[in-house]
């Protein structure tokens, strides 16, 4: 295999609950990264001390808000070397996620990967029917040029970023990768592989109302990647309604009633 130099980069907003476990699994690697780079963006909570423990990082503090799209140019950007790696904040690598995957950059260099993500905190009924219904995944198998690779984890060789103008800094907090993906599967010479084999876990742990935040902004920014309007609120209204219904039925249909009522 050879010696690949890999920056990651984390872009944190008020993720105290999570990103030091975060920044333990990729420092655990069995393939060690050559640069770790923190993006916090302004977080208002405890984020700033605890990244104060770890040592040899790269800390950038963001003076405002700046929102997903800003902070993935940023971290890229702000990388020295030409492999370039991302996780959120609330995601952890398995130890052989970065020597399972970059072993595909030895077969085609101009690529983007994502691996396997799964819920960890699957005993909450909340967290397994997002788990259900809304997984990071494209399954168990390896998919060249899936829909899109999910942000959540990926991998991609700098070249790609310049070719492509970097990410849509309007996309705030969701669908900049969906929009990305878009754009790379529009230039022949570059490929999305979704590699099942690297996994990591989301720690996301929701309730009620914060499920409803996460699949609104999914839809908002996902599907519909067009600014707000009201009759854009309205359509996006009846077709999360619709989602609802029919995934109450389906789950009725396969007797899981566990997830008709949280």
Excluded at 65 to 83: A, C, E, H, Q, W
Excluded at 153 to 162: A, G, M, P, S
Excluded at 186 to 204: D, G
Aim: net charge positive; hydrophobic share 35%.
């Amino acid at each position: 295999m050879n010696n690949y130099k890999v920056s990651i980069y984390i872009p944190a907003f008020n993720a105290e609950k999570t990103i030091e476990q975060s920044l333990n699994s990729i420092i655990n690697q069995t393939y060690k990264f050559n640069e770790i780079i923190v993006i916090n963006d302004k977080s208002n909570d405890s984020t700033s001390k605890i990244l104060t423990k770890f040592k040899n990082i790269r800390i950038i503090e963001n003076k405002n808000n700046m929102g997903l799209g800003y902070n993935r140019n940023l971290g890229v950007k702000m990388s020295t070397n030409d492999i370039v790696a991302s996780i959120d904040a609330d995601v952890v690598l398995d130890k052989k996620w970065l020597e399972t995957i970059i072993k595909y950059f030895e077969i085609n260099s101009l690529i983007m990967c994502s691996g396997k993500m799964t819920e960890k905190y699957l005993d909450s009924k909340i967290n397994e029917w997002r788990s259900e219904y809304y997984s990071q995944n494209w399954g168990n198998n390896d998919i060249e040029n899936p829909p899109f690779l999910y942000g959540c984890n990926t991998i991609q060789h700098k070249d790609i970023w310049k070719n492509i103008n970097g990410y849509n800094e309007e996309l705030f907090t969701n669908g900049e990768d969906i929009d990305y993906s878009d754009r790379i599967k529009q230039v022949k010479k570059f490929k999305l592989i979704y590699c099942s084999q690297a996994r990591c876990e989301h720690l996301q742990n929701d309730d009620i109302n914060s499920l409803a935040d996460r699949i609104w902004r999914y839809h908002s920014f996902g599907y519909k990647l067009k600014k707000p309007s009201i009759l854009k609120t309205l359509k996006l209204s009846l077709k999360q309604f619709k989602f609802f219904i029919n995934r109450s039925i389906k789950d009725i249909c396969k007797f899981r009633f566990k997830f008709i009522k949280f």
